[in-house]
């Protein structure tokens, strides 16, 4: 029997002809061709690219993205739209994970990434429209990328000679506070620098660790307040009512400090007073042991991944402990790295080695709320921590993100120090050097190399538009500007092309300018796409599209521009 079913099916596959789609399970997709397969692909990309355009720059708009658990993200950080947002395009997932290479790689310029790689494929797909290969368009691409590695090493206009110098590392901290934060970069930067400085080690700046620059957030006031302490700072006080101890020695636990109750539930009949009296006495002499004997051992902090019974605090205020409990797992760890102690997983004594050490560990008051410091002078545990201060939690949040970018910044400054003129310049300076360089090549691969040299301009270009000025004045007065001097940008105030001090990293931007032209060249070698049917699982609420894959490859993306719901 199934061999004639089986035979049937063969002999459908015959008469509906021999193409590839007839070989295929049913409910699976093939697109080729132009139409279908690149130009899609294309238009799904562009869709991405046209969604962070608009937070560009100083002058950039936020974005809410409302989460499948009804989490709301208000931010223009391109990353954080990324990693929220779900991008089912096969084509638009590869900007996505390009954007996401760079923030793991630099930690900044992730919508530098996506916006040219956006307007690449938009002036790619002009080229095929006219008639040109896509081969033609990747050795095009390709020369000019090579052509741009050659001149950006010309371009450089500030380097950090030595990055101890406050003076130095604050200006270029600054335009990267703005792009988020503007206005409040003269304030942050120097905040920044401290923290940084603080943890760095004396010898080989090459350890330094992003890790030891925290940051606490505080409702309330705003985000003028904001202040730095050299320490870790917890913000939660001590459960017991010792509030300082000095010299600490520092035992953490990853378990609750609380007897063990049973599996299975029972009633106790008391009959009088007595036997009330003496109902807990072995829990409570089983406690008091334990205590002791960490008592004992030196330890006068002790910091708990758990609840903590009454009875536990009890004994750890008879013996003099400060007691911290920790629901989070991943403060846990932080604070065992920080004092160099071992997570422990049983009731008892620490040995030496399990012991963290803190010069001081003392509950402080910040604006009526009250945070745990720990304090250490050992190099290796130097960690400081920004205390963000703000009327709203997702203001705390976005400037918590500025700050991690202006942190990965000097760390980038660290392997390289050299940066490139921003506001818009080095983009121009680029685009009129590639341009050159389209006149001299010959053959059809010189119109994809105008193209990049025009795909630069989409920086000055978004963020003069962003700003609400004329970006085809300011562009060609850019063009004039840079002519003379290189130090020359936008002003997104007055609108006007003048002498600033902005200054974008060259690591940041060899990286982004890397990954964007990969990503581009990666999307237009695919000609053919093969979709499988959907796995099976519980059908969606309201109507169903006819044809769920054919409906997602038409619209790449279901989103709005300013209002993001992850479905």
Known sequence: YQRRVHGIQFKKMLLSGSNFQS??????????GLEEAILRNIEACVAVSKITRTSLGPMGMNKIVVTHLDKVYVTSDAATLMEEMEVHHPAAKM???????????VGDGTNFVLVFAGELLQQAEGLLKMGLHPSEILIGYEKAYNKCLTIMPTLVTYDVKDIRKKEDVVPCLENVIA???????????????????YTMPEKDLKLFDVEHVRVAKILGSSILESSLIHGLVLTRGSETSISYAKDAKIAVYNCPLEAGQGETKGTVLLKNAEELMNYTKTEEKQMETFISSVHEAGINVVVAGGNVSDVALHFFEKFNIMVIKILSKFELRRIASATGAQLLVRYGAPTPEEVGRCDEVAV????????????SSKVECKIATIIIRGSTYTLMDDAERTINDCVN??????????????????????????????RETSGLDQYAIEKFAHSLEVIPRTIADNSGHKPEELIAALYTETAKSKTVGIHVEKGTVEEVKVYDSYEVKSWAIKLAVDAVLTILKIDQLIMAKPAGGPKLKGPRP???ADEQMQLPLTLTEHTLTKK
């Open 23 to 32: 070989m295929l399970k049913e409910g699976a997709k093939h697109y080729s």
């Open 95 to 105: 900007l996505a994970m390009a954007s996401k290479t760079q923030e793991s790689e």
């Open 179 to 197: 792009t988020k934060l503007y206005g409040y970069e003269g304030f942050l930067a120097p905040l920044v620098y401290d923290a940084c400085r």
């Open 364 to 375: 402080e008051e910040v604006s009526s709320q009250k945070v745990t410091v720990f304090r």
């Open 409 to 438: 910044t000097i760390k980038c400054m660290v392997r390289d120090s050299r940066f490139l003129p921003g506001a818009g310049t080095c983009e121009i300076l680029l685009s009129s050097e590639i341009q050159k360089y389209a």
């Open 546 to 548: 006819a044809d769920a």
